[in-house]
């Protein structure tokens, strides 16, 4: 028989075990069942478990629950209407209920990106049938959204959650304003030159950051800047939107999930969903005259606001 040394080893649910070590074989933990490959190893190991499993028990509790799944998809549903209506990802509806189920604002911002891709694409789709996106435009913004998108993914794994929740405020404030000064055409197009083109890659970098940031597509600061700024009619404005921020969801989630940030199956729930009734929104953007499509933006956008300065205050007095 051979001499099987006992250590004391903290497992991955902070049990203290005892785990039995052979000198000649790979030890095993009898309590767990993992392997241990020596002492100094077990402590290695088990240390850097319990500090992944701190981290998930501490920023990881979504409500996987029927009632949640059933919240996700009813989530789904309204953020594929608000897609197509409004021609934006649905950050700023998918971040706030998964806050609500459980996330904190980190991971729920992370998530809500995957969770944009599927319902960009079929946003797209839909305005494109109808000649509203602007290729060249689109392909300028995006330009500096790739680049932006991987600083705000950078900044999201290293700000604190509390600068976060006011970013998002800041941020919902901003959008309400420039909303409120628009005046949309539905005749109007992007005319390109030298000055529109490097603005609308500047302007593309900026919107990138604020996007991996926030977890937002892009599309509620793209939209009302297409058109304030660019000249773009409200609809080219949301199909080109659209079209802009879905390669920079698809690059900006890769960035979170190798920093495991992402909680794919609610992303993969609300995703799909959103897809399947974003054409539905579309179809409701052209049928109300372009004032009402803005006074209905900012409308939801105030809703919004309220609620995330609500829980912003709440934070901070924690």
């Given amino acids: 028989m051979f001499a ?100 904190t604002q980190r991971h729920a ?40 998108g991987q600083i705000g993914s950078w900044l999201l794994a290293k700000l604190p959650e509390l600068v976060l929740r006011w970013a998002f405020v800041l941020f919902l404030v901003f959008v309400i304003v420039n909303q409120a000064m628009s005046n949309p055409s539905r005749d109007a197009r992007i005319v390109m030159h030298a000055g529109t083109i490097a603005g609308l890659v500047a302007f593309g970098l900026i919107a990138g950051i604020l996007a991996g940031l926030l977890g937002i597509g892009g599309g509620a600061i793209c939209v009302p800047a297409l058109s304030i700024l660019f000249g773009a009619s409200d609809l080219i404005a949301r199909g080109t939107s659209l079209l802009a921020m879905f390669p920079n969801a698809i690059t900006t989630s890769v960035a979170n999930v190798r920093r495991h940030l992402v909680h794919v199956k609610a992303a993969v729930i609300i995703g799909i969903t959103a897809a399947i009734t974003a054409p539905f929104g579309t179809w409701m953007a052209a049928a109300v005259s372009p004032r009402a499509g803005a006074i209905l933006f900012t409308v939801y956008l105030c809703v919004l606001l309220v609620r995330s300065l609500w829980v912003a205050i709440q934070a901070t007095r924690r």
């Avoid at 028990?57 to 979504?62: D, I, R, V």
């Avoid at 109808?130 to 995006?142: I, K, N, P, R, Y």
């Fill in 4 to 103: 099987y040394p006992f250590v004391r080893a903290r497992t991955y649910k902070g049990i203290v075990a005892d785990c039995c070590v052979k000198r000649t074989a790979t030890p095993v933990c009898h309590l767990t069942g993992h392997r241990l490959g020596s002492v100094s190893e077990a402590s290695t190991s088990t240390s850097r478990t319990d500090g992944v499993s701190q981290a998930n028990l501490q920023e990881n509790h979504l409500d996987e629950s029927p009632r949640g799944l059933i919240i996700m998809a009813v989530v789904g549903v309204a953020v594929g209407i608000l897609s197509g209506l409004f021609g934006i990802g649905g950050g700023t509806v998918i971040v706030p209920a998964l806050v609500w189920l459980g996330l």
């Fill in 109 to 148: 911002a992370a998530t809500s990106m995957m969770a944009i891709v599927p319902t960009a694409v079929s946003g797209v789709v839909s305005y494109a049938v109808e000649g509203d996106v602007d290729w060249a435009a689109a392909a300028l913004v995006f330009c500096g959204m790739f680049v932006g």
